[in-house]
């Protein structure tokens, strides 16, 4: 079990770590501790390990920042369900080794602060509300996120999986 | 994240410039492996993608000849944090031996990709900003990416796309005094939302002949629309073939007529909360910022200038200008533009990417609003969430500095001089003291933005839509 935060549409990077953080400003081991200082204070003093991002439309939509992202996975987010990934937000999770699952109806059903449970193999997301299905990724991006983001990915292989 | 695929038809600039360097025919929706022409780097992401580089085990970039890179996002350097870092940047540069290299001040990485020629019409460019979108304003397809990917495509010289659907922009008509490129984009912006083009290539039309400048504002701006590319068809750079078929398909058409066309302003803090001038004339403004990739040519200063030569800004209103090149910054010098400018009141500022993004230049206090010709007016985006940012072109900045309120350019264009001054005297006596931290200027912004329906309807003034 997890926690559940729930964000709206068009959450942007600035509000996911605004630039003013940039580790590049701060320091690489400080940025992660204002990941949503301004939307939500609590956040990163709160949030555990395996803990579920949800959210709308156009999550993570703005600046090329991979230190959005690489805040999140510093703090160890299981994934993010939403119902739409800016692109540039998209790539850096899949690069990063973080699951981004689109999902229809994850934001609705999910409240808040609700226990649930991230099944990437079971193509679901779990609430006390009932089960969110997941949009199954495209099998490039999920041989990437299985090696652990494209790096990782590449040093085995040497090149980037199959697009035929 | 798959769209619709394979649209019936010919091909889009994005599946003929993805079809030419992959070497297969890519249609929307396939996953390509693309050869790139050049990578940009730029300063603030340097610690991760050398990290990345390093992690792939590559010691050197594929290709030092096909590097750029730039210290323009926090430049110079205004912290101690920050100056440690472009060292340790200029230190890579010379390592990798990498000769195309633009330190603090020389200006915005896209502005110098573009007017320096590092864009070549036709091929694929990744760059580290987002607003790498920029170089589809000389036919290349500019993709904006994060450190990661930036790394893999330095080591490989190759990156994965999906190849995107296209969106069809195509401008009517010629523009009216005082209404300028960025009124035009902001209109589309208005019309397909800020992810209404994810993943997807916004290709232009009409646009080809206008000057180098307005394309670039074109072409940078569908960043906030969500999109991959956004590239102009018939650019006197583009060659013969980088044409899109008669018959390509587009998954959706929008229309701008430019003679219709009011000025735009943008509503914090949202970049598609867009409304004509008009609807928010007399909201006061305590910053001024003309500057950014999107409007800080010289162009643009000529634009405020042609309002306030031989005046004074207001004195309550500050107003930074940041020349988005040295060649820009030097154009304006040279015709006297920034002096006139100076002379005004303003703060000429660095070359570079200034208070665009809340790093350095003249960040915004809690409850400031400023006027902004950059791109982007998310909460916090220029210092203290607090502070609210309105968007729009550099001539309604020029009113705004004046007059310490929004207005309407054209009225102020359209008089003599005495007829303008009387203008100004009335607008700041209306203008009173509200300002900065002023419980009023607050309200009145928050009614505006209640105002405001997040998506507008359609077959307003200046636009018709074909879905």
């Known amino acids: 079990m997890a926690r559940a935060w729930v964000f709206g549409d068009d959450l942007d990077t600035d509000q996911i770590v ?50 959005a992202p690489a805040a999140l996975q510093k703090h160890g987010i299981g994934g993010i369900v939403a119902e739409s990934f800016a692109r540039i937000f998209f790539r850096n999770c899949v690069n990063l080794g973080i699951p981004v699952i689109e999902s229809a109806n994850a934001v609705t059903l999910v409240k808040d602060g609700d226990d649930v449970t991230l099944d990437i193999a079971g193509g679901v997301l779990r609430t006390p509300r009932g089960v969110a299905r997941l949009r199954p990724l495209a099998p490039f991006a999920r041989e990437i996120l299985a090696a652990g983001g494209v790096v990782a990915y590449l040093r085995e292989h040497g090149d980037f999986p199959s697009v035929r | 994240m798959a769209g619709p695929s394979a649209l019936p038809g010919g091909p889009t600039l994005a599946e003929l410039i993805l079809s030419r360097v992959s070497g297969r025919d890519a249609r929307a929706g396939d996953l390509v492996i693309a050869p790139v022409s050049r990578v940009m780097v ?20 594929w290709d030092t000849a096909r590097v ?5 996002h926090a430049a110079p350097a205004p912290t101690p944090v920050v100056a440690d870092s472009h060292r340790v940047l200029r230190e890579w540069v010379r390592e990798q031996g990498i000769a195309t290299f633009y330190d603090a001040g020389e200006g915005v990485c896209h502005q110098i990709m573009v007017e320096e020629g590092y864009c070549e019409p036709g091929t694929v460019i990744v760059g580290s900003d987002s607003h790498s979108n920029s170089y589809g304003a000389v036919g290349a397809f500019g993709a904006g990416m994060g450190a990661t990917d930036i790394a893999v495509a330095l080591g490989l010289g190759r990156t994965w796309l999906r190849v995107p659907e296209s969106i069809k922009v195509t401008f009517t008509g010629a523009s009216r005094r005082g209404v300028t490129m960025k009124d035009a984009i902001m209109r589309v912006v208005r019309e397909i939302g800020t992810d209404g083009a994810r993943y997807a290539c916004v290709e232009f039309h009409g646009a080809g002949d206008l000057a180098q400048g307005d394309r670039i504002t074109l072409a940078g701006m569908t960043t906030e629309m969500g999109a991959k590319a956004g590239i102009v068809v018939g650019t006197p750079e583009a060659p013969a073939w980088l044409r899109p078929a008669a018959d390509a398909s587009y998954a959706r058409e929008v229309r701008v007529d430019l003679s219709t066309l009011e000025p735009q302003i943008a509503i914090p803090p949202r970049v598609d909360q867009v409304s004509d001038v008009s609807e928010a004339v007399g909201i006061p403004v305590d910053v001024v910022f003309l500057g950014s990739c999107t409007n ?24 930074e200008v940041v020349p988005s090149s040295r060649r820009q910054f030097e154009d304006a010098m040279a015709d006297g533009t920034l002096g006139a400018l100076s002379a005004a009141g303003a703060v000429i500022g660095t070359s570079g990417c200034g208070p665009c993004l809340g790093r350095t230049g003249g960040v915004l206090a809690g409850e400031e609003v400023c006027f902004s010709t950059a791109n982007r007016n998310y909460r916090g985006r220029m210092g203290s969430p607090d502070a609210s940012i309105y968007l729009g072109s550099p001539y309604v900045a020029a009113v705004a500095a004046l007059t310490g309120v929004i207005d309407d350019p054209r009225p102020y264009l359209e008089a003599g001089d005495a007829a303008l001054d009387a203008l100004v005297a009335k607008r700041r006596e209306q203008r009173g003291d509200r300002g ?32």
Do not use: W
């Not at chain 1, 949503?36 to 956040?43: K, T």
């Open chain 2, 296 to 319: 800080g040519r010289v162009v643009d200063m000529r634009q405020a200038a042609e309002l306030l030569r031989g005046r004074r800004i207001h004195p309550r209103v500050r107003l």
């Open chain 1, 18 to 67: 605004p630039g003013r953080y940039a580790p590049f400003m701060v320091g690489q081991d400080r940025f992660h501790t204002y990941a949503f200082c301004d939307a939500r204070p609590e956040f990163a003093k709160t949030v555990k390990a395996g803990d579920i991002l949800v959210g709308g439309e156009n999550f993570g939509c703005g600046s090329s920042r991979e230190y």
């Open chain 2, 436 to 467: 900065a931290a002023s419980a009023r200027s607050g309200d009145r912004a928050r009614e505006l933005i209640a105002a405001m329906p997040i998506r507008l309807a359609p077959q307003v003034a200046g636009i018709e839509v074909e879905d």
């Open chain 2, 42 to 61: 730029h300063d603030s992401v340097i610690d991760a993608v050398m990290a990345g580089l390093k992690d792939l085990g590559k010691a050197k970039v």
């Open chain 2, 68 to 72: 750029c890179v730039f210290v323009d």
